[in-house]
């Protein structure tokens, strides 16, 4: 299989793809993200499942009789390797990709994309405007966007646990800012509490400590965190060690076993939004065999999405009988389809109906939903 | 050949590794599940994988030894006499004149022979040759180790951004702006540096080049942060709007005819009386003011002159890509930038065309690794710097010879 | 007044790994004058080996301070393995090549361990062990400094009067001062120039290494990539406080270090890192050659 991926990119690298006779048995299907880089932890999963998935399809005979052809492809997150990466898939003659992982990247690469008529599904790519603004009619998501995220945490911290006064801290990134700054938006419009700190930690530093220091210094009573699990396990675990109880809500960045791992006991407590509970549902559980087969680990950021979304492509695909761009937009916004993220389709816009969306609570170690 | 002696230091060598890579290779734990696994297959590949290469390289150098003592006065592969080929054709404007007319045709050709994604990678090769040829006259000939050129790079192309965003200002008076701007930026940065030397220099460019990227990541009524900023317009034609295509075509041109221009004006200041007292600079600064130099003028022109490239290929990735966020501008950035220039050949400007072309070009189509891609550049690196650590093209110095109707030699 | 005494111990744990990982940025410079910057990554690699040994001696059950020992020691073997090993393939050949030739050769090797490790292990954050037990005597003080950060601090402390000992009173570190001033006349006086300069990447590494232990426990996670930013701040506080100079490494790694936290406490953690490099521009826009680095005086 590798090979046979490696020799086609070989090909296509030489520029040989016109004069190849169409390779017209197989469905391309791409998968952009970041595998190499700092951001790597974030993009390789999408990956695995894209191919635990295409393995699966290609073993029970394909699509409509044709097989699925991966083409994997670095974008490193970054918005000018990106357009590249885009390009090439295009040239190559994919239709269909799953991807980008990182917003920036996703935006730089989506015009590339809908000027040749390509549909593209990402499994993270949460910022609002990809959905929102309408520029993009290619774009579809098994994620929620930000600002419904961040809606849910600050109603979840006003209404539910009745905090007044928030810290909101971020990662200064593209996803954990977005969310932040809606957090404030939202927290201030509500008139219930008041946003006492709005701070961005520098990812990947070697000690939270001052900064925990000042969210007690500010008289918080609860912690909002928009940003990925690295920083937020690092900043919980020196707010318990610093004997600081107080909550601690945060995004799906942190939802996310791998804190609950890294964290340990110090995620206990932590309150996290995140799709709805999958575990009753046996396809998140067939998911994560598979990976567990495969890999023997548990799967990274991003899986389960990216394991729907690559169902809901195969799906469309099928229903569409082609990878025509409107016949599969089509598929996409009428066709109900059972994912690990529970039965989806998509709307006008491109985000996914039926993606439940719940608040999780880390209790014994497991995220529990907050009923 | 080779001797048993050498087998067994190979075999050292073997072994040597086989301890190196033991405990990330082989073992993998899973800290959750509290489960190990042990990959002894792994130090058996490298066991073999080393002692193999290890007596590659030591044959390598036997026979290298041994042809460097027995034909002494034979031709070597790539010279003519005494002088290296590429050198050898630089001074003969009868060779020189009309290869680089068949490289413009080639260059000129490109879009035609192959498809679209080679045409955008060689036109992000080419904004590169333009983003080595700038630092390399603040590296190479005025000797100032600057590892946060990125910085002018980010001015420029956040210049158009937000003219862009704000004013509606076009590309073609964006990109004057941005030089201007980034040109700017670099007499800022080089009055308080004009006292340190060497490393301290390079560590306070470094941090330069990540206090502008911080700021434009923290200032959100400014830059819109790190979400960055989308829609920027390509270049208009003439007032048309063009097709995806046709503008990456049209961008690729663009960025053809300004590495022309960037090579015809480094090579003619480098030349001139300027260019004369940024070498002399860079070989000793107390006699280069003994000269009657002004070392301050002349160091603050290498930085403004350095950085009005940046900007200007600043501008033309915003315009490239239609969206920038402060991720592009990371250090690693300017490091990449700084490899050109050493990999090419520092001061030499087709060492520095072939360092961009080697160094970009080559993690695409590194691709076919997949996910070796990055070990592999890093690796490659190495290996191209300790066996050719003048760059692959190295300037040669100035000299005159006396000879019956030779001119000189050029660099 | 408690605020600023928590931000001045917060300060201090930054500042300390910084230190630990300063030290071999700037024996290194100082003796054959690269930024070696793979540095950051051995740190790392010292951080992984600790990871991989302490967890598979705590799955097959050893006691608790045998755990800390060979962690300890593993991490201080493989790493100063790598530095010495790096140090051959990548930098001695250049030994004679121009100034900025090994330069690369360290960004290459840099961007090779990082993939190395990615590939070798995984690209996922994993769970490092709390090496570092709670005392008992902290808990009354625990909500302003944790145990993790006071055997920081003293561990740091040990090493570098550990190192000082070293490079003042022994033969090794005779030599190395004396390659460190003049690389030719040492070689002459029959010093084994080679010799001097794997050890002193030994040295270094194994202080990483130490770091990456220290910090991995007190944070509770690693990945591949952990040694970039800690590499490139801990250079920033050698040159600091001056590179090639020894106090100076410690000197610029507290300085750093206090300078975040107190720019974090009183002003904002979103400029942390603008503050920790404006103070480096000022204070080598007036001091050229780091706060406790010798002034070069040119003679012509």
Redesign the interface.
Known sequence: M?LR??QT??A??I?L??TLPAVAETIKLGVAGP????L??YG?PSRKAAELVVAKVNANGGINGKQVELM???DV????VA??TA??L???GVKVVLGHIC??AT??AL??YN??GVIVMSPSAT?P?LTQSG?YPNFFRTIASDDAQAKAEVNFALNVLGLKKIAVIHD???YG??LA?FAKIFLEASGKGEVVLL????P????????V??I??SDADGVIFGGY??EA??IV??MR????EIPFISDDGVKDD?FI????K?AEGVYATGPQDNSANPLSQTAIDAHKQAY???P?AFYENAYSAALALVNAIQVAGSTDFDAMKKALQSSDVDTPVGKIHFDESGDAVGVGFAMYQVKDGQFVEVK | MISLEEFKRSFKVALWFMFLTFPLLVIKVNPIERTVLWKWENMAFVGIGAFILSVLIRAFFIQKERSRNSSKNKRRFGYIGDEPLVQFILREPKYLYPLSGGVLIFALLFPALFDTYQTNIMTTALMYVVLGLGLNIVVGLAGLLDLGYVAFYLVGAYSYALLNYHFDIGFWMALPIGAMLAALFGIVLGFPVLRLRGDYLAIVTLGFGEIIRLVMENWNAFSHGPSGISNIPRPGFFGMDLSLDSAILYIYYLVVALVIITIFVVNRLQDSRLGRAWIALREDEIACQAMGIDKTKTKLTAFALGATWAGLVGVIFAAKTTFINPASFTFLESAIILSIVVLGGMGSILGVIFGALVLILLPEYLRVFSEYRMLAFGGILVVMMVFRPQGLIANVRRTYQFKKSTKGGDS | MEYFIELFLSGLTRGSIYALIALGYTMVYGIIGLINFAHGDIYMIGAFTSFIVATVLSIYGFPMLSIIVLAGLAAAVWASAYGYTIEKLAYRPLRHAPRLSPLISAIGMSIFLQNYVLLAQTSDFLPFPELIPEFDFIEPYAHVVGSAEIVILITTALAMILLTLVIKFTRMGKAMRATSQDRMMAMLTGINVDRVISTTFIIGSTLAALGGLLIASHIGQINFYIGFIAGIKAFTAAVLGGIGSIPGAVLGGFVLGLTESFATGYVSSDYEDVFAFSLLVLILIFKPSGILGRAEIQKV
Do not use: F, W
Not at chain 1, 35 to 38: F, M, Q
Not at chain 1, 77 to 80: A, F, I, L, Q, S
Not at chain 1, 199 to 202: A, I, K, P, R
Not at chain 1, 261 to 264: D, E, N, R, S, T
């Open positions: 590798k991926v490696g990119l070989l296509a690298a520029g793809t016109m595998h190499s880089g700092d790597a932890s390789i994997v492809e670095d997150c970054k918005p000018e357009t590249n390009t090439k295009v040239s190559a917003s920036g935006k730089a015009p590339i000027n040749a910022n405007a520029e200064k990134g593209d800012k977005g700054e701070e961005g930690v520098t990947g530093a070697v000690d939270y400590s001052a900064i220091q000042k007690k210094r699990h690295p396990s690092k675990t020196q060690k610093k004997r600081m791998t791992k890294v964290a340990g110090y023997n680990e548990d990274g």
